[in-house]
């Protein structure tokens, strides 16, 4: 099952030490080696998008922002055999920020991408 994993976090004043981005590389290395790490990226600022909504039958567009300015988003996505499988990924990650970078804060969110596994056997 696949895992969607954002990464919500505001950026320190200072850049994140070398020790830290060497180690990111490592644990998606170590990810992609057990074949679990898919895709990773980096959205753009909330700026550049747009929400599209369906309310009382109309549809609305809102131009973004939608996040706080100084708060920066990323993902990655996962396939795992259990979504503590992907807790500890994240977990992990995080890990890395609080070993490396102690002025960092985050937080991940661990949410489940439906699959045809989720839904019944076609009729």
Do not use: C, N
Not at 15 to 24: G, H, S
Not at 78 to 104: C, G, I, M, N
């Amino acid at each position: 099952m696949r895992y969607l994993m954002l990464l919500k976090a505001r950026q320190p004043d200072t850049a994140p030490p070398p020790e830290l981005m060497d180690a990111i590389l490592k644990l998606g290395a170590d990810a992609t080696a057990a074949g679990v790490l898919l895709d990773t990226g980096g959205l753009a600022p909330s700026a550049l998008g747009a929400r599209v909504g369906l309310y009382g039958g109309a549809l609305s567009v809102t131009d973004g922002p939608f996040a706080e300015a100084k708060e920066t988003i990323s993902y990655a996505l996962y396939q795992v055999r259990t979504k503590e499988e992907a807790v500890e990924w994240a977990s992990r990650f995080l890990a890395l920020h609080r070993d490396l970078w102690p002025q960092w804060e985050g937080e991940t969110e661990v949410l489940k991408v439906f699959g045809p596994e989720d839904f019944g056997a076609p009729a």
